[in-house]
């Protein structure tokens, strides 16, 4: 019996969300080979809380005596282990309370080497628990402390220390610890599990001192190497890679409010639908829903009479819709969330287009997608957004693994990143209210911008939002505001894992929160002066997408932008020659052009990529969001060489997977996350493909009508 295999998913999880076991051992001496366990304790931590009334803790009858002096540290005596269990029956009780959570301790590296002496001596299988020493962390950012014992660390960090040198006593003290120091770890960047092993690993000249001293190894080397990402349980992938569009009923079967339930069970039969849509009750414009189940509970409450009832009697009322473009992972979401079996599906003018019903959805009813888009849209809390990262990234692995479209993992990852913008506004509106602030003082929307907008989102993502409200002028009361929940926006969405952005392309700025009138001279200032500024933040404004409020005062925005920006000749032009502005990672004989051992694949191919298929969108009026999709639609319409077309959209389509498949390797080493890739990690296929993707992104040039650059 030894620890269980650690869950698959947690390298990316913020280390206050970690779940873990902190744990402690009281010995007969120091020596990790020939002493002895008398008490074992742990404290279990579950989504960042602790759980101390549920702790385990058991004293060991060690064979051996136990010496005075280790008597006279933790008072534990010959006679108080006389009746307990011996450690070979004790150890298998301990494994199965921590499961597989991660373990963590003070000096754990001790704690370590003895278990798995015990575990050998009793003829026991080791496998050596997923770990983390509060130690090391201290040292990580405190390392000029006098010593680095734990009641050193508990004083400098204002923890209490109480029964100190009994197990339970010094595992309570290490949590405290250990959850003190988080925010003084997240100041150093360390946010993550990877990211903490990582930075441990590194301090060497400590393991080395550790393992003289026979500790076990607290962090393997082995632990953070980069991984095959397709070495992990696969899901169903269907979710991910279809939208509602692809599976629904279509037309709709709709019937008026007046229709007998008889002919409306006539309808559905005829049809081979399990429900129809119910327009126009009396007195109301809204549409229902009249399924199967709601006709039988009418005919058993009122038997044949209800067959004569008009249906708007029956319906349910109003119907629940999702977007045609939505993916089905999401309507799963909301059919299991709110108890539903059947959704309206609507197209982009809000009009329905489809039904979706459960029979549509029962393959695809994974855990996985159900509990994805759970996650954010009842968050109640940061700490419950943060989960949401790791799981996400965790989905992403499997869809890499199951050869998923890397756009479609892409759009996949904006889709969340929206609803968490869209959560974290909710969330920020209530705490204005218990700050006493009230609600909106004007209508407002909230935007994501850039690679979240179209689509195209990544796992290294800063934060890129805006707030458009209906009328104030900068500064005043209304603004004022607006500036403090675009601050609650911006600091939930950072300690939910989304970062800051380091440009200030966020809500909380000034410059990209106005109201309507000040947002339309801003876009009037960018398409006139066209400096180098301008063109970047009209990039990324042109592909915002309203996440948050009222959808009508942002949309009004964001077309009437497009629509001046498409007879802005001058910032046309500005605009299509800075999407020529790139040079090839590749040098001579074919060898890359590397910058700490890496390139920079968004800077030398995808960014000339999206901004030539922008140019492209904004000169021809194409309303499509997403590269690929502004790329086939001027293919489409014949505008530009359909070959050249077809080898832009593939090129781009090598270059997102190439990048989010350095990025799981990354994050499983517990390094900060970026795009550009390591060529030496790369397999022989998969070079191949890159280097023909940047061959292909010079084509953007001519494409563009601009001169070549050397």
């Known amino acids: 019996m030894s620890f269980m295999v650690e869950r698959t998913g947690l390298s990316a999880l913020p280390l206050g969300l970690v779940p873990a076991v902190v744990m402690d051992t009281e010995t ?152 003190a120091l988080l925010p003084k770890l997240k100041q150093c960047g360390i946010l993550t599990l990877a990211q903490a092993e990582r930075a441990c690993l590194e301090r060497a000249s400590r393991r080395h001192g550790e393992a003289h001293a026979g500790w076990h190894d607290v962090v393997a080397p082995g632990r953070i190497a980069p991984s095959d990402v397709t070495e992990y349980a696969r899901i169903d992938s269907f979710p991910y890679r279809h939208r509602a569009r692809d599976i629904m009923h279509s037309p709709p079967v709709s019937v008026s409010g007046t229709t007998t339930m008889s002919d409306a069970l006539t309808l559905t039969l005829r049809q081979q639908v399990s429900s129809v849509f119910v327009n126009h009750r009396r007195g109301s414009d809204e549409t229902g829903i009249l399924t199967e189940r709601d006709m039988l509970r009418a005919i058993e409450a009122d038997g044949t009479k209800a067959l004569d009832m008009p249906v708007s009697r029956i319906a349910a009322f109003p119907l629940v819709t999702i977007a045609a473009d939505e993916f089905v992972y999401r309507a799963i979401s909301v059919m299991a969330r709110r108890g539903f079996r059947h959704l309206g599906v609507t197209g982009t003018d809000g009009k329905l287009v489809g039904a979706l019903s459960a029979r549509d959805l029962l393959k695809q009813r994974a855990d996985t997608a159900v509990a994805l888009g759970n996650d954010i849209d009842t968050a109640t809390s940061t700490d419950e957004l943060g989960k949401v990262w790791a799981r996400l990234t965790t989905v992403v692995r499997a869809l890499v693994s199951e050869d998923v479209d890397p756009r479609d993992i892409a759009a996949v990852i904006s889709r969340e990143l929206r609803s968490l913008t869209q959560r974290a506004c909710a969330l920020a509106e209530a705490t204005m209210e218990l700050r006493g602030k009230g609600s909106p003082p004007q209508p407002y929307a909230m935007f994501v911008l850039g690679s979240g907008g179209r689509g195209e989102s990544l796992l290294a993502m800063d934060q890129d939002n805006a707030i458009v409200f209906a009328k104030g002028d900068p500064g005043d009361k209304a603004d004022l505001w607006f500036a403090e929940l675009g601050t609650i926006v911006a600091n939930t969405l950072n300690d939910a894992g989304v970062s800051h952005c380091k440009g200030g392309i966020m809500a909380s700025s000034s410059e990209w929160r106005m109201d309507a009138i000040h947002w339309r001279d801003v876009v009037s200032q960018w398409l006139s002066k066209s400096r180098p500024e301008d063109i970047l933040n009209a990039d990324i404004f042109f592909d915002a997408k309203a996440v948050h ?130 060529p030496s990690q790369m397999k022989g296929h998969d070079t191949q493909q890159v280097r023909w993707a940047i061959d292909q992104v010079p084509k953007v040039r001519d494409l563009l009508g601009i001169p070549a650059y050397g």
């Open 28 to 179: 007969t001496g120091l020596s990790t080979s020939s002493d002895r366990i008398v008490e074992i304790a742990a404290v279990r931590i579950t989504d960042g809380r602790a759980e101390p009334d549920s702790a385990f803790q058991v004293l060991v009858n060690p064979g051996i005596a136990i010496p005075a002096p280790s008597t006279a540290i933790h008072t534990i005596t010959d006679a108080d282990v006389a009746d307990a269990d011996g450690i070979a029956d004790v150890i298998p009780e301990f494994s199965r309370w921590t499961g597989n959570a991660i373990m963590i301790g003070y000096s754990i590296g001790f704690d370590l080497a003895i278990l798995k002496a015990e575990h050998l001596r009793h003829g026991l299988r080791w496998s050596a628990p997923r770990s983390l020493d509060v130690r090391h962390l201290v040292e990580l950012v405190a390392d000029d402390l006098p010593e680095q014992s734990l009641d050193t660390a508990a004083a400098w960090l204002g923890v209490p220390v109480t029964d100190r040198h009994r197990a339970l006593g010094d595992a309570i003290v290490t949590l405290d610890v250990f959850q």
């Open 549 to 678: 409020g009222d959808e009508v005062l942002a949309e009004s925005l964001r077309r009437d932008a497009l629509t001046a920006a498409q007879s802005a000749h001058g910032f046309l032009n500005a605009m299509q020659m800075r999407a020529g502005e790139f040079a090839s990672p590749v040098g001579w004989f074919g060898k890359w052009k590397l910058t700490d051992g890496r390139v920079d694949l968004k800077r030398a191919g995808l960014m000339p990529l999206f901004s030539a298929a922008r140019v492209l969108a904004l000169r021809h009026g194409v309303s499509e969001p997403s590269t690929p999709g502004r790329f086939e639609a001027v293919r489409d319409a014949g505008i530009e060489a359909a070959h050249v077309i077809d080898d832009l959209i593939e090129a781009d389509k090598i270059l997102l997977s190439a990048i989010l498949r350095q990025q799981l390797r990354d994050i499983e080493a517990g390094l900060k996350l970026g795009n550009s890739i390591d």
